[in-house]
Every structure is written in structure tokens, then in C-alpha cells.
């Protein structure tokens, strides 16, 4: 804060902003604030913000679908769903070597749980969607039958995502997944885990691989 000295026609004393004022010997000075110039960002700071772009336009785009995945995985800690999928991809799923970083989408993990995951999943394209398919580990079949099967799609070249929360009994291993128009013609990722109604049981995502849609 500054003040005037003697009223509006005196010395300011004080900072106002980057201006610096002063009496010295009874004379009022004015100068400039030095500024510090700003230090260049190393090449690993620039590699890890270019980590945290790539992995929060991947993640924002299932914000939902990573916060009942990742709820478990955050429940005993101080930080979101949301954040604690971001950690993963950060520490697991980024490959190369800056400035040419980019995700490795079979070492994404969408959810994170104890269930035994999907296994062999696959999916037939047809005209306005995916037919997914799946097989179950035995235990799975015995102790998590009543499970419902979570899919998700990403498009890279669109960054958007398209995903179902609840879908059909893991029992029938076999959705279909009905996709907008904006995902014709698009190579897509795909996912899937089961959940448990409540949702406090799920597995691990697994990572089907690609399709042309």
C-alpha cells in the first residue's frame, strides 16, 4: 500500500504496482520495480506439461465414466476419481521421448477394481454401432454374475469419447453400443470393465484394441 505525503501535490510513499515511491532527505523519488526475468522452463518441466495436456484432453473427455472406475482407487486418499485416473495415465500409459509424446492406449486403465476384467473382448461393427462380446474367469461367473458390463469408445482424431455406464448383464456377454453420427469413418479405442450395481465392485478396464467404424 502507498501513501501521499502532505496531501495530492506531495511525495508517494509506498508500491503502487510495479512504481515504487520514496523520501530520502526530504525529497519524494519515484522508480521503477525491478523485475526478475522469468527463467526458461527446463526440458523435463516442458515434458511434463505436455504429459498433463495430452492425459487431461484424453480424461476430460470420460469424465464420468473414470469417476465411477477410479472411486475405489481414490476412496482411501485425499484427492478425486477424476485426479487419480489422470496419475495413472501420467505415471503408466505416456510413451516417447518429448517433444514427441503421445498416449499408449493399451496401457490406459479406465477403471481400477478387484473384479476379475473382461476377458477376449471384441466387437463386430455394424450400421449405427459396435456389438461388443466378452468372456467371463470362472470365479467371475460364480461371484459377480449379477456385474453389468461398462464400454467406452475414444476417437482420437476427435478427442471425444461415447460410453455406456450400465449396460447389459456380464452373464449375456454380449452389448451393443450405439454410436453418434460424428463417429463414422473415425479409428477408435476400445474399453471395457464390469461394475457392481452399487458400484462398490469393478475390475480393471480392459483395453480391446481398434476398429474403423
Known amino acids: 500500500m502507498a501513501r501521499l505525503k502532505d496531501g495530492l501535490l506531495g511525495g508517494l510513499s509506498g508500491k503502487i504496482g510495479d512504481v515504487i515511491g520514496?523520501?530520502?532527505?526530504?525529497?519524494?523519488?519515484?522508480?521503477?520495480?525491478?523485475?526478475?526475468?522469468?527463467?526458461?522452463?527446463?526440458?523435463?518441466?516442458?515434458?511434463?506439461?505436455?504429459?498433463?495436456?495430452?492425459?487431461?484432453?484424453?480424461?476430460?473427455?470420460?469424465?464420468?465414466?473414470?469417476?465411477?472406475g477410479f472411486t475405489l482407487e481414490a476412496s482411501d486418499k485425499r484427492h478425486s476419481a477424476n485426479a487419480a485416473a489422470k496419475s495413472y495415465q501420467m505415471k503408466n500409459a505416456i510413451s516417447?521421448?518429448?517433444?514427441?509424446?503421445?498416449?499408449?492406449?493399451?496401457?490406459?486403465?479406465?477403471?481400477?477394481?478387484?473384479?476379475?476384467?473382461?476377458?477376449?473382448?471384441?466387437?463386430?461393427?455394424?450400421?449405427?454401432?459396435?456389438?461388443?462380446?466378452?468372456?467371463?474367469?470362472?470365479?467371475?461367473?460364480?461371484?459377480?454374475?449379477?456385474?453389468?458390463?461398462?464400454?467406452?469408445?475414444?476417437a482420437p482424431a476427435l478427442n471425444k469419447s461415447f460410453y455406456s455406464l450400465s449396460g447389459a448383464r456380464i452373464m449375456e456377454k454380449t452389448d451393443f453400443l450405439e454410436l453418434p453420427l460424428a463417429f463414422k469413418g473415425q479409428l477408435l479405442h476400445l474399453y471395457a470393465a464390469f461394475h457392481s450395481d452399487d458400484s462398490k465392485q469393478i475390475s480393471n478396464s480392459t483395453y480391446a484394441g481398434t476398429t474403423n467404424y
Not at 29 to 42: D, F, G, I, N, Q
Open 22 to 68: 520514496y523520501i530520502r532527505y526530504g525529497k519524494a523519488y519515484v522508480k521503477m520495480k525491478t523485475l526478475k526475468p522469468k527463467k526458461e522452463a527446463s526440458s523435463g518441466q516442458l515434458a511434463e506439461r505436455e504429459k498433463m495436456k495430452l492425459v487431461n484432453n484424453f480424461i476430460n473427455s470420460m469424465t464420468e465414466f473414470v469417476r465411477i
Open 96 to 154: 516417447g521421448v518429448y517433444p514427441a509424446l503421445g498416449i499408449e492406449y493399451s496401457r490406459v486403465l479406465l477403471c481400477k477394481g478387484l473384479i476379475d476384467p473382461p476377458l477376449n473382448v471384441s466387437a463386430a461393427v455394424l450400421s449405427n454401432g459396435l456389438q461388443f462380446s466378452w468372456l467371463l474367469s470362472n470365479r467371475t461367473e460364480v461371484y459377480h454374475k449379477r456385474s453389468r458390463v461398462m464400454l467406452l469408445v475414444y
